[in-house]
C-alpha cells in the first residue's frame, strides 16, 4: 500500500516525456503467488531532449528482477531501483533502444485490486488510474501512447482462459502442463487501457455487423453456470454499438469485444481496450435475481464502458487532470442512450435526482473541486460526481448553446481532429468552437471553478405595457482553495406560459441574448425584457435543468401549480412538484424537532394526487412525482444545523398527510399497475411496477399495518416486487413477525447468490432508527458477509453510511465511531474502497453542533492513525480542513 507522502500533483507542472516510447511487448508467466513479467519496451529520446538526462520509470511495490539493454545486462552502476522508481541512465542520444525488464509479483496477495490480482480464482486487471505500475516499471501516465503485444502463458487446466486487449494472434498447448495466448492491440493506448484476464469462465457469443459491414465476434465471460445472466448484458452492448454508429458516427475498430464480469471489483466497470472488465453485479441479471433498476444500470454501464471506445480510448487525457473530458463525456453519452432507449424526461429526472443528491453536496462541502482541478495529492480520489456528473451536465450544456446540429458538427471534428491523441479540456473546447463559430471562453470557467452557481431570478409584468421582466442574479459560493468567482455563461431554457397553458411568443427581448428557447444568462445579473406579452405569465426556467444551478425564485403557489399543470416540459411539471413539496417537508422537520404537529398544505397534496391520478401521464413519471424530495435533500434545503432525527420524523408525517388525503388514488393505482403476464424489464412495464410500489409505500402509512406489504411479499413474482415489499416491509415494520418473516425466506430464497444477499444487506442497514448500528454490526458477523469483498462492504457498511440517516447520524456518535473503526481496518487492504466509504461524512459541518462535534472527533481519530494510505489521509484531510 502506498502511504501518505503528502506529495502535491499540479497541473502547472505538466511537460512531455523526455523518452517516446514506441512498443510495448509483454509476457506473463502467471502463478498465483509469483507471476513473472517480462516487459521488452522501446523507446527513443525526443528530439531536443539534453543527451545526459536518465529515464524514470514508475513502479509501485515492485522489485526488479532484470534489466537488459538492447538484450544485454545492463551493469549495476547505470540504473537505480526502488519499489516506487526505475532510474536508467547512460542511454542514447538519438537512436531507438530496448530495455527488457523482469519483475515478479503477487497476484494473490494483491487485495487493493489495483494491477494484477485473483478474483475467485481468475487472474484479473485493473490499471486505471496507476494500477499499471504494479506490474511493471513502465513510464505510467496516460499521454504515453503505444501499440501492446501481449502473451500469457499459464496452467493449462487452470487458465483455459486467457485474454488482453485487442485482437487475438493465437495460441495453444505449450508444453505439457502449460498453454498459451497471444494478442496484438494496433491501436496505440495508454498503459491504464491495459488489461489481462486468465481462467476458468463461461462464455455467451454473438457477433455484430458493423456500418461498414465487418462482423465483430461478441463475447461475454462469467463464471460457469451463470451465462444465462448476461444475456440482458449482451443484448445492451448490440444496442449500444448501434446507437454509437446511428448517433455519433462511430464504428467499432477491432474484430473482437470482450467483456469479463468479475466478483472483486473497486469500482463499476473500466473500459480496458477490446476487453471490459466488469463488477458482475453490472453484467448479472434474470428476472428472478435483478431489479428494473438493475437492468437499467446493467444498460446503462455497458453503454457506458463501450462509448468510451472512443471518448476515452480513442482519444484519451493528456493527463489525469483532464479526467472529466473522457469521463463527463461519456456520462454525457451515456444519458443519451439510455434517454433514447427508455422515458426522455424520466431519465433527466433520474439524473438531475442524482446530481443533487450527489454531486450538489460534494460541490458545497470541504471536498468540493472543479471538474478541471489543478492539483490533487492521490488522483484515485478524483473520480468523483462531480467529474463524471457535473462533467456530463458541461457538456450538455455545450449541447444546449451550440444546438444539436453544431453540437454534432464539434464532436465530429473533436474525432477527426485529435483521434489517437491524448488531449485537454482546452482542446475538446476548441473543436466546438471552431465546428460553431462561438466563443465558449466564459463558458470554460464551468471547468475551473468549483462550487453550484446560485441563480436568484424574479418577474414583473406591466399590463399597460404588454412588457414583462424576468431579472436573474448569479453567485457562486466560495469553495476550498476559491474564495472569489467570476460569473459564468449559464444557458436557461425557459417558456412564458400563459393562463390557458399556451406558451407566449414574445415579439422582441431586450437585456441580453436569447436563442430559441435558451435565455443566455453571462453577467452577474441581468434583467431581460420581453414585448408583446398580453397577460401575465408563469415563468418556467432552467427547463429540463438546462443547467446544473440553485434556482430561488419566489413563485407563487397557483404559478407552482399552473406549470405543475401545464408545462409542456415534463422535467419542469416534476421540478414544480417538487418545489411544492419542499417547504413543506422544511417545515415539517422544523416543526418536529420543536415538537409541534406537523400539517400539509392542501394545495400541495391536492395537485400531487391529481399528478398521481392522471392517466395521462406515463407510470415512471408519475412514480417520481410521488417519490418525495430524499432526507438528503431536505437536509440541504434546511441548509445547515440539520437533526436527521426531526428531518426523518417529517418526511414521515408529510407522507402520512399525503397517504390519508390520497387513500382512494394509491389504491386504485395499486390495483390498475399490476403487470400481467411475463417479466420484461423493458421501462414501461418498469415504470408501471414503480408506480404500484410508490402507491404501496403509501398505502402502508394510510392503513399503518403490514399487512399489504406481506401480501405483495407472497405475490411477487419477480425481484423488483419481492425487494420493494421488503424494504417496506423491513423499513416501516422492522419489529412486526411479518418483516422478520420475509427477511428470512428471502435468506432462505437466495442464499448461495451473493449479489442478491447484499440487497438483504443493504435493506437491513438502511432500516431507520437508533437500533440500525447494532444490526449491522451483528450482519457483519453473519458468514455470508466477507470484508474482502467490495460489493459486499458497500451493501453493508457503504449503505449504512451513505443511506441510513437516523441510524448512521446517532447523536451519541456511535455510527461516526463504527465507521472510523471500519476506514481503519479496509484501509490497510483496500485504501480505495476505505477512502470512498469515508466520503459519506462529507457534511458533517451542516449537522446540529452535538453531532458535529461528534463527527468532528471520528474524523480527528483517522486522521491521527499511524500509516495511513495517501487515498485517506487526503480525504480525511481535507474534510477536516
Ligand atoms: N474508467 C472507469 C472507472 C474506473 C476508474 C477507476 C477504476 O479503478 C480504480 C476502475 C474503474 C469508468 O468510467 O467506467
Ligand atoms: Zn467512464
Known amino acids: 500500500m502506498r502511504t501518505d507522502t503528502g506529495q502535491i500533483v499540479h497541473l502547472a507542472d505538466y511537460r512531455p516525456t523526455d523518452f517516446v516510447l514506441e512498443r510495448v511487448d509483454l509476457t506473463f508467466e502467471l502463478d498465483p503467488t509469483n507471476t513473472k513479467i517480462e516487459a521488452r519496451l522501446i523507446f527513443h529520446r525526443r528530439e531536443g531532449v539534453d543527451a545526459s538526462l536518465p529515464l524514470v520509470l514508475d513502479g509501485d511495490e515492485l522489485k526488479l528482477s532484470g534489466l537488459l539493454f538492447d538484450q544485454k545486462e545492463m551493469s549495476a552502476s547505470q540504473y537505480d531501483a526502488t519499489p516506487e522508481s526505475l532510474t536508467i541512465r547512460d542511454l542514447p542520444a538519438e537512436s531507438p533502444f530496448e530495455l527488457t525488464i523482469t519483475t515478479y509479483i503477487n497476484p494473490e496477495a494483491n487485495t487493493q485490486l489495483m494491477g494484477l490480482y485473483r478474483t475467485n480464482g481468475v487472474y484479473c486487471t485493473q490499471c486505471e488510474a ?19 503485444t501481449i502473451t500469457i502463458i499459464g496452467d493449462k487446466a487452470a487458465n483455459p482462459v486467457m485474454l488482453s486487449n485487442g485482437n487475438f494472434l493465437g495460441g495453444a498447448g505449450y508444453d505439457e502442463g502449460r498453454s498459451f495466448a497471444a494478442w496484438f492491440d494496433p491501436h496505440p493506448k495508454p498503459a491504464y487501457l491495459f488489461a489481462l484476464v486468465a481462467g476458468d469462465l463461461g462464455v455467451i457469443e454473438d457477433t455484430f455487423e458493423t456500418m461498414s459491414g465487418r462482423e465483430v465476434a461478441l463475447k461475454i465471460y462469467v463464471e460457469h453456470g451463470k451465462e444465462p445472466r448476461a444475456a440482458y448484458a449482451m443484448d445492451a452492448l448490440k444496442r449500444s ?8 458516427g462511430r464504428e467499432y475498430d477491432l474484430n473482437i469485444f470482450q467483456i469479463v464480469a468479475v466478483s472483486d471489483f473497486n469500482m463499476g466497470a473500466m473500459e480496458n481496450k477490446g476487453l471490459n472488465v466488469f463488477n458482475d453485479k453490472y453484467v448479472l441479471a434474470d428476472p428472478e435475481t435483478a431489479t428494473d433498476q438493475d437492468y437499467a444500470n446493467i444498460e446503462r ?51 438531475v435526482r442524482h446530481l443533487k443528491s450527489d454531486q450538489f453536496p460534494e460541490d458545497g462541502g470541504p471536498l468540493a473541486h472543479p471538474p478541471r482541478p489543478d492539483s490533487y495529492r492521490e488522483i484515485n480520489n478524483f473520480y468523483t460526481m462531480t467529474i463524471y456528473e457535473k462533467g456530463a451536465e458541461i457538456t450538455g450544456m455545450i449541447a444546449t448553446i451550440l444546438g444539436r446540429d453544431n453540437f454534432r458538427k464539434g464532436m465530429d471534428l473533436y474525432f477527426e481532429r485529435h483521434d489517437g491523441q491524448a488531449v485537454t479540456v482546452e482542446d475538446y473546447v476548441k473543436c466546438f468552437e471552431d465546428a460553431s463559430g462561438r ?56 417558456a412564458l406560459i400563459l393562463d390557458n397553458g399556451s406558451i407566449a411568443e414574445p415579439t422582441s427581448v431586450t437585456g441580453g441574448e436569447i436563442t430559441g428557447d435558451v435565455l443566455h444568462l453571462t453577467e452577474r445579473s441581468q434583467s431581460f425584457t420581453f414585448s408583446g406579452v398580453s397577460s401575465r405569465p408563469v415563468v418556467s426556467l432552467n427547463r429540463s435543468f438546462s443547467a446544473p444551478v440553485n434556482l430561488v425564485f419566489e413563485q407563487s403557489l397557483e404559478d407552482l401549480v399552473h406549470i405543475a399543470r401545464h408545462d409542456s416540459d415534463l422535467f419542469s411539471r416534476w421540478q414544480a412538484l417538487t418545489d411544492l413539496a419542499m417547504p413543506n417537508l422544511a417545515q415539517a422537520a422544523r416543526d418536529a424537532r420543536d415538537g409541534k404537529d406537523v400539517t400539509c398544505d392542501p394545495a400541495f397534496v391536492a395537485a400531487l394526487l391529481e399528478c398521481a391520478g392522471d392517466a395521462s401521464l406515463e407510470p415512471a413519471f408519475r412514480a417520481q412525482a410521488l417519490n418525495l424530495p430524499s432526507e438528503a435533500d431536505i437536509a440541504r434545503a434546511l441548509g445547515g444545523n440539520n437533526d436527521p432525527d426531526a428531518i426523518h420524523a417529517g418526511r414521515k408525517a408529510v407522507h402520512e398527510a399525503i397517504a390519508k388525503a390520497g387513500e382512494e388514488v394509491f389504491v386504485r393505482l395499486y390495483n390498475e399497475m399490476k403487470v400481467e403476464g411475463a417479466y420484461s424489464p423493458k421501462a414501461g412495464d418498469a415504470g408501471k411496477r414503480s408506480l404500484r410500489g410508490v402507491a404501496l409505500s403509501y398505502l402502508m402509512y394510510a392503513e399503518n399495518s403490514p399487512q399489504r406489504a406481506a401480501e405483495a411479499f407472497a405475490a411477487a413474482d419477480n425481484m423488483t416486487d419481492l425487494a420493494q415489499s421488503l424494504t417496506l416491509l423491513a423499513h416501516r415494520f422492522p419489529d412486526a413477525s411479518e418483516a422478520t418473516a420475509a427477511l428470512a425466506s428471502f435468506l432462505t430464497r437466495f442464499d448461495g447468490n451473493p449479489l442478491v444477499i447484499d440487497k438483504w444487506f443493504s435493506i437491513q442497514a438502511t432500516i431507520p432508527g437508533v437500533d440500525a448500528l447494532e444490526r449491522v454490526k451483528a450482519l457483519m ?52 474502497l476505505a477512502a470512498r466509504i469515508l466520503t459519506s461524512m462529507r457534511s458533517w459541518r451542516s449537522l446540529e453542533p452535538v453531532r458535529a462535534e461528534q463527527a468532528r472527533l471520528a474524523l480527528s481519530k483517522i486522521a491521527k492513525a499511524a500509516g495511513l494510505s495517501t487515498d485517506v489521509s487526503d480525504i480525511v484531510g481535507r474534510m477536516l480542513k
Open 130 to 148: 496507476e494500477g499499471f505500475r504494479r506490474i511493471t516499471y513502465f513510464p505510467d501516465r496516460p499521454d504515453v501512447l503505444a501499440p501492446y
Open 241 to 248: 454499438m448501434k446507437w454509437d454508429e446511428e448517433h455519433f
Open 301 to 351: 454501464i455497458i453503454a457506458h464502458e463501450y462509448f468510451h471506445n472512443w471518448t476515452g480510448n480513442r482519444i484519451t487525457c493528456r493527463d489525469w487532470f483532464q479526467l472529466c473530458l473522457k469521463e463527463g463525456l461519456t456520462v454525457y453519452r451515456d444519458q443519451e442512450f439510455s434517454s433514447d432507449m427508455r422515458s426522455r424526461p424520466v431519465k433527466r429526472i433520474a439524473d
Open 439 to 494: 466563443d465558449l471562453s466564459q463558458f470554460f470557467r464551468w471547468y475551473v471553478q468549483a462550487g453550484t452557481p446560485l441563480v436568484s431570478a424574479s418577474g414583473a409584468y406591466d399590463a399597460a405595457a404588454g412588457t414583462f421582466t424576468l431579472s436573474l442574479e448569479q453567485t457562486t459560493p466560495a469553495t476550498p482553495g476559491q474564495p472569489n468567482k467570476e460569473p459564468l455563461h449559464i444557458p436557461l431554457s425557459f
Open 781 to 832: 458477523e453473519n458468514p455470508r458477509f466477507n470484508p474482502g469483498n467490495p460489493n459486499r462492504v458497500r451493501s453493508l457498511v457503504g449503505t449504512f453510511a451513505f443511506g441510513n440517516p437516523t441510524g448512521f447520524n446517532r447523536v451519541d456518535g456511535k455510527g461516526y465511531d463504527f465507521l472510523a473503526d471500519q476506514i481503519l481496518a479496509i484501509d490497510p487492504k483496500n485504501p480505495q
